[in-house]
Each structure stands twice: as structure tokens, then as C-alpha cells.
């Protein structure tokens, strides 16, 4: 049986309805006939103090943050993935800061805002209008979560990228260790062709790894001097099929990326062949390359000091600043060689070809030159002092400036030469052939030149004082201001028989 309940007439709810809004209207009524405190104008106009003390609160620590971190960042004592972390912080504290400025002053300034609100401004917003700012706001908020989340994603995706490329890198290095160490391994072995191919392995690892450049070619240059033919035993003409499979890989090596000089001291490798062998400031001193191959080898500022080059092939090589002393290159071809600089110091050239080489300010003291053909040669400024030039052939040879003081030049065809300032003080030219030479204000001062020919040479101004004359053949020589004073072996009288004189000429 249902429960009936009692029916509610329509007309006391609609009393009830009508008394509730006289309620409100009455409240309402209450709440405007309360007298509202006016500010005064000074409070309704002054803008509110912007809280620069909790600014600073959290702005101070977020600076201090982002500048630990990127200081840290740069600290390169610590772990890298650390240092990556760290950056990432600074970062997304960079962009938090730069967000804040972009949203806040620089916001309200391109939107025509140049002072705070003040409190009577704020009074006059209404509901919508304040609605309207929450909302705003709320919007301008979820815009920069957004962006701090694809900033964060940014950070985060290319320490990602970073650490891929370091495991890569790692797996990299680890390969390029297995294949450096079974090369050196095949090295050892007995067999020709193992060996052959551990030297070409190691070769490729140097071009394929930077950083292990200077280690392949400090094994190899070690591989060609420890297994340098024994002491006791007769050097071979040429040498071993792997020795030289490695000394063509040194030479072609990338020199840029060298970090010391290559060593190859005392190597023995009589006919070698390292035709254009980059060998640049490497150390190959005491070595026997005799017969070698070095054609158009690159041999820059490398130490040669006594390494014997006997009959070696070095036409058109650059030994520019290179460190000759005391080695031996009798009857090498040096043929258009670049040797500028040099110091060929008590070197020994005999029977060499020199050709139209390059011998500026090259030093050649005590050097023996003896029947060594200079044919065309340049030896602008060179140092021959008490150099051994005897027999040898300097026809055509610019000696502008060189210093031959006390060299013996005796014997010596220096025809058509240019010596013009050239220092020969005290020179043995005994027997040279000087015809057609230039001699434009030499020092001649004490020089032996019994028996040389001077036919239509140029001595304008060259000092012969004191120098022998001895059956010297003047005819046609130019004399003309020139010193003769005390010379020996010709009277003034059959001088000017021969030779062309002036007014200024002196006896």
C-alpha cells in the first residue's frame, strides 16, 4: 500500500518564491545604504609599489642558479654527462627568466602599459572584466608551461642525440682499438704477407682515426728500425718487401696531423725508394739511405746530420732548412733541388749535381764542393768560407753576395758566373776559369789567382789588393775604379797591356 503525500498548493510557492526575492532586495538595499570609505586622491592616483622585495626573493636564487650551472658547465674536470645536465638547467632557468620578462614588463609596455594599476583603477573593473583577466592570465600561464615543455623537450631530445653520438663514437674507438691492435699483432708474425697486411691495416686506421694517427706511425718507424739488417751483416741493395711497404706508408702519411717528428735514426736502407716521401721534420740522422730514391721527396727542416746519401736521387727534393752537417752526398743529384737555408756544414758534395738547384743563404762552411758540378746555380748570399770548390763547375752560377773567403776555388770553372759582392778575401783561384764572370765589386783582397783566366771578366771596382797576379790572363778584363794596390805577379805596365783601366783604376 503507497504512502500518499501531502500536495503543496501552487499559490504558497509562489508566496514563498516572492518573499526570498524581497529578501535579497532588501539585503541588497542594506549593503548600498552603508557609507563606502573614499580614498583620497592621492591613494586613488599613486600606483601600487611593485613587490620588488619578492621579486628578488626567487629572481636572486634563479640567477645564482643559471650561473652555477653554466660555470659548472664549463668546468671540463667533470663527467660529460654532467656537464650536458647542468647546461640543460641553466638553460631551461634562461628561458624561465626570459619568459617571466616577455610576459610580464615586456607585455604590458607593447600593449601601451606604462605604470601599475592604481587601487581606484582596480575598483572600476567589473565582474566580466575581472573574469576576463583570470582567464587571461590562466591562458598566458598554460602558453608558458607549453613553451617550457618544448624547451625542456629540446634540451632533453639533444642530450639524447648527444649521448647516441657518444655511444657511437665509443663503439667507434672500440673498433678502431681491435683493429689497431690485431695490425700490430700481424707484425710479429713470421710470414711476409701477414706482415705486409699488418702494416697496410695500420695505415688505414691512421687515416680512418685522428687520434690514433701518431701512434700507428710511431709503430711503424719503430717496425723499420727494429728490423733493420743486422750490424755484422752485408747491407742488401734494396730493402725488405715489408720495410719498404712501410717506409712508402710513412711517406705518404697526412703530415698535418702529425704530433712529433717522425724517427727513423740510423736506419739502414740503402736503395729505398721514397720518390715523393713527405719526410719533413723527421729525424733521420746517421742514416745509410745510399742509392735512395727521393725524387721530389719533401725533406723541410728534417735532420740529416751525417746520414750518408751516397749516389741518392734527390732532384727537384725540398731540403729547404734541413740539417746536413757532416753528412755525405758524393755523387748524389740534386739536380733543381730546393736547398734554402740548408746548413750543409763540413758536408761532403764531391762529384755531386747540382744544377740549377737553389742554394740561397744555404751554409756550406768547411763543405767539400770538390768537382762538383753548380752549373746555373743559385748561391745568392751562401756561406762557403773555407770551403773545398777545387775542380768544380760553377759556369753560369749566381754568386751575388756569397761568402768565399779562404775557399779553394782552384781549378774551379767559374766562367760567366756572377760574383758581384761576392767575399773571396784570401781565396785560392789558382788555374779557375773566371772568363766572362762577373766580379762587379768583389773582395778580392789577397787572393791567389796565378794562372786564371779573366778574359772579359768585370772587375769595376773590385778590391785586388795584395792578390797574386801571376800569369793571369787580363785581356779584356775590365779594371775600371778598381784597387790594385801591392799586387804581385804583374807589373802596372803589363796590366794596362791587357786589361781595360781608367782614371780611377789605382796601383
Not at 157 to 172: P, V
Not at 236 to 256: E, F, N, S, W, Y
Not at 343 to 369: Q, R
Amino acid at each position: 500500500m503507497k504512502r500518499s503525500h501531502p500536495r503543496v498548493p501552487a499559490r504558497e510557492i509562489v508566496a514563498a518564491a516572492a518573499a526570498a526575492k524581497a529578501r535579497r532586495a532588501i539585503r541588497a538595499a542594506a549593503r548600498a545604504a552603508q557609507p563606502e570609505r573614499t580614498p583620497t586622491p592621492a591613494e586613488a592616483e599613486a600606483p601600487q609599489a611593485p613587490p620588488w622585495g619578492r621579486r628578488m626573493f626567487w629572481l636572486l636564487p634563479v640567477l645564482a642558479l643559471i650561473v652555477a650551472g653554466a660555470g659548472a658547465a664549463a668546468t671540463p674536470s667533470i663527467p660529460d654527462w654532467a656537464r650536458w645536465t647542468l647546461a640543460g638547467v641553466a638553460l631551461i632557468g634562461a628561458s624561465c627568466l626570459a619568459i617571466a620578462f616577455l610576459l610580464g614588463p615586456a607585455a604590458r609596455r607593447l600593449a601601451g602599459e606604462r605604470a601599475v594599476l592604481t587601487a581606484a583603477e582596480r575598483r572600476e573593473m567589473t565582474a566580466n572584466e575581472r573574469v576576463e583577466a583570470v582567464n587571461a592570465a590562466r591562458h598566458t600561464l598554460i602558453q608558458a608551461a607549453t613553451g617550457l615543455v618544448v624547451i625542456g623537450g629540446v634540451v632533453f631530445t639533444a642530450q639524447g642525440l648527444w649521448y647516441t653520438a657518444q655511444t657511437l663514437d665509443t663503439a667507434r674507438q672500440t673498433q678502431f682499438t681491435d683493429r689497431y691492435t690485431k695490425a700490430v699483432d700481424q707484425l710479429g708474425s713470421s710470414k711476409l704477407d701477414i706482415r705486409l697486411g699488418g702494416v697496410y691495416a695500420l695505415e688505414r686506421v691512421a687515416r680512418d682515426s685522428p687520434r690514433d694517427h701518431q701512434n700507428v706511425y710511431d709503430v711503424l718507424t719503430a717496425f723499420i728500425r727494429e728490423h733493420d739488417p743486422t750490424r755484422t751483416a752485408k747491407l742488401p741493395t734494396r730493402p725488405a718487401t715489408d720495410i719498404q711497404a712501410a717506409l712508402t706508408a710513412v711517406g705518404r702519411r697526412k703530415v698535418h696531423m702529425d704530433v712529433g717528428a717522425i724517427n727513423l735514426m740510423e736506419i739502414r736502407m740503402s736503395g729505398a725508394r721514397l720518390a715523393g716521401a713527405d719526410l719533413s721534420d723527421g729525424d733521420l740522422s746517421k742514416a745509410i739511405l745510399a742509392d735512395a730514391d727521393l725524387l721530389g721527396a719533401n725533406l723541410t727542416e728534417a735532420t740529416l746530420t751525417g746520414t750518408n746519401l751516397t749516389n741518392a736521387d734527390l732532384t727537384k727534393a725540398n731540403l729547404t732548412e734541413a740539417k746536413l752537417t757532416d753528412a755525405n752526398l758524393t755523387k748524389a743529384n740534386l739536380t733543381d733541388a730546393n736547398l734554402t737555408y740548408t746548413n750543409l756544414t763540413k758536408a761532403t758534395l764531391t762529384g755531386a749535381a747540382l744544377t740549377d738547384a737553389n742554394l740561397t743563404n744555404t751554409g756550406l762552411f768547411e763543405a767539400n764542393l770538390t768537382e762538383t758540378i753548380l752549373t746555373d746555380a743559385k748561391l745568392t748570399g751562401a756561406s762557403l768560407l773555407d770551403a773545398d770548390l777545387s775542380g768544380a763547375i760553377l759556369d753560369g752560377a749566381d754568386l751575388t753576395s756569397a761568402g768565399l773567403n779562404e775557399a779553394d776555388l782552384g781549378g774551379a770553372d767559374l766562367s760567366d758566373a756572377n760574383l758581384s759582392l761576392a767575399g773571396l778575401g784570401g781565396t785560392d783561384l789558382r788555374g779557375a776559369n773566371l772568363r766572362g764572370a762577373n766580379l762587379f765589386s768583389t773582395d778580392l783582397t789577397n787572393a791567389n789567382l796565378t794562372n786564371a783566366n779573366l778574359i772579359g771578366a768585370n772587375l769595376h771596382g773590385t778590391d785586388l789588393s795584395g792578390a797574386n797576379l801571376t800569369n793571369a790572363n787580363l785581356i779584356g778584363a775590365r779594371l775600371t775604379d778598381a784597387n790594385l794596390s801591392e799586387v804581385t805577379g804583374m807589373t802596372e805596365q803589363d796590366i794596362r797591356r791587357q786589361a781595360i783601366v781608367d782614371s780611377k783604376t789605382r796601383f
